[in-house]
Structures are given as structure tokens and as C-alpha cells.
């Protein structure tokens, strides 16, 4: 798992961040913020949102409305969420799909690699950079 994460770590320049935050103590916030300062592109994804600007970046209502190549899609949505979230992943062609801590769909998780994605589950990147000396 670790040789996993840290190809998909070092490998993606733009993530799309689905379940962005404008609120400061949510989770998405904070680490939309430490990935933007590790050098990312996060591009926020979330319907209520959709038009506003977070963090420098416009927030999109769906993963198929960005105009831009995602390489990774992490997803901050309670599990049973996450299905649909990994077709849009599917259908622009991103790499990879991360789903946070304690986000798990093995359902989903299996045809995102039936499509050639990478998968992660139940991790976040806030916590796997540090641990990987990135």
C-alpha cells in the first residue's frame, strides 16, 4: 500500500477535492489548504458551492464540469456516497481515486480498478505526506 500511495502522491499535480468546505474547522478545508501548500492544484467540488471561489480556485457542482485533466479525485462524502462520485472519476479519465478516512466502497473501489484507477481507502494525503518525507 505504501508504494501505492506514494506513486499516486508524487505522480499528481491536480486533485479534485469532492465535499470541499468553505467552512474552516471541517476536514476538507484543512487539507484542501496543506495540499494547495505542498504544491497541488485542488480544484473544489461541491454542488451547494458551485460557482464560488475557495482557496484562489472557482468550486465546480460535479467532477465532469471541470475544464481541466484531474489526475486524482479525493473524495470527503460518507461511503454509500461514493459510488457516482467514481463514475465522474471514471468518465474524465483521472488516475487515481482516494477516498479519505473512514470512506470505504469496496463496490465502487472494484470498478474504479476494472478501469484502470488506482485506489485508496480510509487514508488521507495529510497524514500519508508527512509519513512518506514528501
Not at 78 to 103: C, R, T
Not at 107 to 130: D, F, S, T, W, Y
Request: include cysteine.
Amino acid at each position: 500500500m505504501t508504494d501505492k500511495i506514494r506513486q499516486i502522491l508524487t505522480s499528481s499535480k491536480t486533485i479534485a477535492l469532492v465535499g470541499a468546505s468553505a467552512k474552516k474547522k471541517r476536514a476538507s478545508h484543512y487539507v484542501m489548504a496543506f495540499l494547495q501548500k505542498k504544491g497541488y492544484r485542488v480544484i473544489p467540488v461541491n454542488p451547494a458551492l458551485d460557482g464560488q471561489e475557495l482557496m484562489g480556485e472557482k468550486v465546480y457542482a460535479k467532477l465532469t464540469d471541470i475544464p481541466v485533466p484531474v489526475d486524482m479525485v479525493d473524495i470527503f462524502l460518507s461511503s454509500e456516497l461514493v459510488g457516482p462520485v467514481v463514475d465522474d472519476a471514471i468518465a474524465i479519465k483521472a488516475k487515481y481515486v482516494w477516498m479519505q478516512l473512514k470512506v470505504i466502497n469496496e463496490e465502487a473501489a472494484a470498478k474504479a480498478e476494472a478501469a484502470g484507477l488506482l485506489v485508496v481507502m480510509n487514508h488521507c494525503p495529510q497524514i500519508e505526506i508527512p509519513k512518506l518525507g514528501l
